[in-house]
């Protein structure tokens, strides 16, 4: 990325993603709040297209591109729902969409993404670099490059999760202390960070990543970039 999203660019995604992507709602569970001794809320990306909040990304990325670039199409590397969002999202604006996918990915995630119109490539994790395999079919197509969140309009698209807690949870008259928030690559959480700060400072952001795949923990500690994903 040559600049970085703010919170105003959060509000320029909610407008694009203004009746397409679905406003999921805040659930409550009174056994939640009886183990945490707080009043909890969860927001269920599960209910969004595709079953994940990539699909806002994934959107707001594919709804910016220019008239005279859509013939080229868009390629994704993905190892199964930024893949589908990128398909979906195609799909509805009418873009070529080819998705590089591990072998190893779920059966059930890579029939989805073809389901919704893409071509897929598939890859060897172990032994072949995704990255490299996506760039260079965009530089044979002049096709645009769509990552899972290393991109402007994709933090700014996953932030709109973040503007709908605060919002949601305005409307009910309170104010979130803390906002837990599940971490692969980061742009999920970069991009909420940015709306909660905006219209709630006091709210504390938190990253939650699953023990051996801590690459946000450990990249912190090392002082660069640690993933777990080719």
Same mark, same amino acid.
């Given at each position: 990325?040559?600049? @970085? !999203? #703010?919170? $105003?660019? *959060?509000?320029?995604?909610?407008?694009? @993603?203004?009746? %397409?992507? &679905?406003?999921? !709602? +805040? +659930?409550?569970?009174? =056994? +939640?709040?009886?183990? #945490? /001794?707080?009043?909890?809320? %969860?927001? !269920?990306? #599960? @209910?969004?297209h595709t079953g994940s909040f990539k699909f806002? /990304?994934?959107?707001?990325?594919?709804?910016? &591109?220019?008239?005279?670039?859509?013939? $080229? /199409? *868009?390629? =994704?590397?993905?190892? /199964?729902?930024? $893949?589908?969002?990128?398909?979906y999202a195609a799909k509805l604006l009418g873009i070529r969409a080819t998705c590089v996918m591990p072998t190893d990915s779920p059966l059930t995630k890579q029939e989805r993404t073809k389901a919704s119109g893409a071509e897929l490539v598939l890859y060897n994790r172990e032994t072949e670099d995704r990255v490299a395999i996506a760039t260079a079919i965009a530089e044979e197509r002049g096709a645009i490059l769509v990552p899972p969140y290393d991109d402007f309009h994709i933090i700014a698209g996953q932030g709109t999760v973040g503007r709908e807690i605060v919002e949601d949870l305005d409307g009910m008259g309170l104010r979130a202390d803390g906002v837990f928030i599940c971490c692969g690559g980061g742009g999920l959480t970069a991009g909420c960070a940015l709306a909660i700060h905006e219209a709630s400072p006091q709210t504390k952001v938190f990253t939650v990543e699953p023990e051996g795949f801590d690459d946000h923990a450990r990249s912190f500690a090392a002082g660069e970039r640690v993933a777990n994903e080719r």
């Open positions: 990325m040559t600049s @970085l !999203p #703010t919170a $105003a660019d *959060v509000a320029d995604a909610a407008r694009a @993603l203004s009746g %397409v992507a &679905i406003r999921t !709602p +805040l +659930l409550r569970s009174d =056994a +939640l709040d009886a183990a #945490t /001794g707080a009043q909890v809320f %969860v927001k !269920p990306e #599960t @209910l969004q806002r /990304g994934a959107y707001n990325r594919l709804s910016r &591109i220019a008239e005279d670039r859509k013939d $080229a /199409g *868009v390629v =994704a590397m993905s190892s /199964g729902n930024h $893949a589908q969002g990128v398909a």
